[in-house]
Each structure stands twice: as C-alpha cells, then as structure tokens.
C-alpha cells in the first residue's frame, strides 16, 4: 500500500454583508457536496492511515528509504516557484533530492 489517493478539503469564506440569507445556504450546501463528493471511502481506510503515519514516522527520524518507500511511484509534488527548491518533482527520488536535500542544505537545524 502507498499513499496515492488525493484528499481535497473546500473551504468557502462567506462576508458578513452582501449575501442574503438564501445565498448563504446554498453557497453553504454547494460547500458540503463539494467536500463530500472528494472524499473517497473505502475498506482500507485503515491502511491509508497505517502508511500515511509509517510516512510521517520516517520522515521524522530521517529514515528517507523508508519514507520513500511509502510513496507512490509517480508521487507528484510542486514547490513554489521562488523558492531555492521551487518546481514540480515526480517520483520520492525527485523530491529527496529536489526539495529535501536543499532544503537540509539551507536550514540544517
């Protein structure tokens, strides 16, 4: 198992004034049905959240081979551009080497 499904969350900030209480609830609705229809349940939820927390687990102690190893082949990760690391990266040797390599690079602590 790796990780490879998208999770998208919608927030929708509404202003106090301008909106009639009608436009409200469905802007509020229209909300609702967009984060639910994103979310995708399945019986191993469980074990996306087994790899998601084995991700974070390597990650925190260094064990990049085991982070890696978590990561779905064509993991896709973009970087603003500006940054000293900015850009896409496609596949976990992409981005060790792209993005956390430099990043370990400027910031050592």
């Known amino acids: 198992m790796k990780l490879k499904d998208s999770f998208v969350f919608a927030f929708i900030l509404i202003p106090k004034q301008g909106i009639n209480v009608m436009s409200k609830k469905l802007i509020l609705v229209m909300g609702i049905a967009v984060s639910l229809s994103a979310c995708q349940h399945s019986s191993n939820d469980t074990s996306i959240t087994e790899v998601a927390k084995a ?47 430099p990043i370990g690079k400027l910031w050592p602590d």
Do not use: L
């Open 55 to 101: 991700s974070y687990d390597a990650f925190a102690v260094g064990d990049m081979e085991a982070w890696a190893a978590t990561q779905a082949e064509d993991v896709r990760w973009r970087m603003p551009k500006g940054f000293p690391y900015g850009g896409d990266y496609v596949g976990s040797q992409a981005v060790m080497e792209g993005v956390f390599s």
